[in-house]
């Protein structure tokens, strides 16, 4: 079965660099979210689309934008990148009929390193 | 604020005994919770579920309890093994907006052979 998939697995950037972070839902999925999870700490939530629009928005700094274009892909961009973004990025995505099913599925994260 | 929370950080239980993973939650709006499982370098992977409606939901070798008076779940894994060693977190949801989930800090299991 198609899972998300996320790209790149890793990436090293170099403070105040910019950094693109790609991920493609499970077809048919309506949700798309962005976690990130900071070494030895819990996944935090970011942003979320429904249907291409943003719908929710947690602890997503400024310098972060993210979008979801029309074949349902989506992208978390990275500005002036700082130490401290160096973390695991998940994307998940979900059926929001599916929600009493089994929440939702993530990828395998990316793991940004910035030096 | 952390409205999941994990006491435990880590536990070690000897293979074929019970693992008992414990999470306590602070918003009584959540209604829906989760189980994950997650393997270094991997993306969690959704284990189990419960929803308020409910107190307890087994499936195979995991069975979730949740005690709503005390905003309390746990997960049981019996018999634990090997395999099994790994970190799980609980999360938790309202069943309203677009159904973040707010996961707990997470608790390392290893199963000792």
């Known amino acids: 079965a198609a899972g998300v998939i996320q790209s790149p697995r890793h990436l090293i950037k170099e403070k105040r660099e910019t950094a693109t972070l790609k991920c493609y839902p499970i077809p048919r999925h309506d949700t798309v979210y962005w976690y990130q999870q900071g070494p030895g700490q819990d996944p935090q939530f970011l942003i979320s689309?429904?249907?291409?629009?943003?719908?929710d928005k947690g602890s997503i700094p400024d310098r972060f934008s993210a979008q979801q274009f029309s074949d349902y892909h989506s992208e978390l961009n990275m500005s002036s990148l700082e130490l401290g973004d160096s973390a695991l990025y998940f994307c998940?995505?979900?059926?929001?009929?599916?929600?009493?099913?089994?929440?939702?599925?993530f990828g395998s994260g990316t793991r940004l390193t910035v030096v | 604020d952390q409205q999941v929370k994990q006491n435990s950080p880590s536990l070690s239980v000897q293979e074929g005994r019970i693992s008992i993973l414990n999470c306590d939650y602070t918003n009584s709006m959540f209604d829906y919770f989760l189980w994950y499982k997650k393997y270094p370098a991997e993306g969690p992977t959704f284990l189990i579920s419960i929803s308020s409606i409910k107190d307890k939901n087994e499936d195979g070798r995991f069975t979730v309890f949740l005690n709503k008076s005390a905003k309390h779940l746990s997960l049981h894994i019996v018999p634990s093994q090997p395999g099994d060693s790994a970190v799980y977190f609980c999360?938790?949801?309202?069943?309203?907006?677009?159904?973040?989930?707010?996961f707990g800090t997470g608790t390392r299991l290893k199963v000792l052979a």
């Open positions: 998940a995505s979900s059926r929001t009929e599916d929600r009493v099913v089994g929440g939702y599925t």
């Open positions: 689309f429904y249907e291409k629009m943003q719908s």
């Open positions: 999360a938790a949801s309202e069943n309203s907006g677009t159904y973040k989930y707010i």
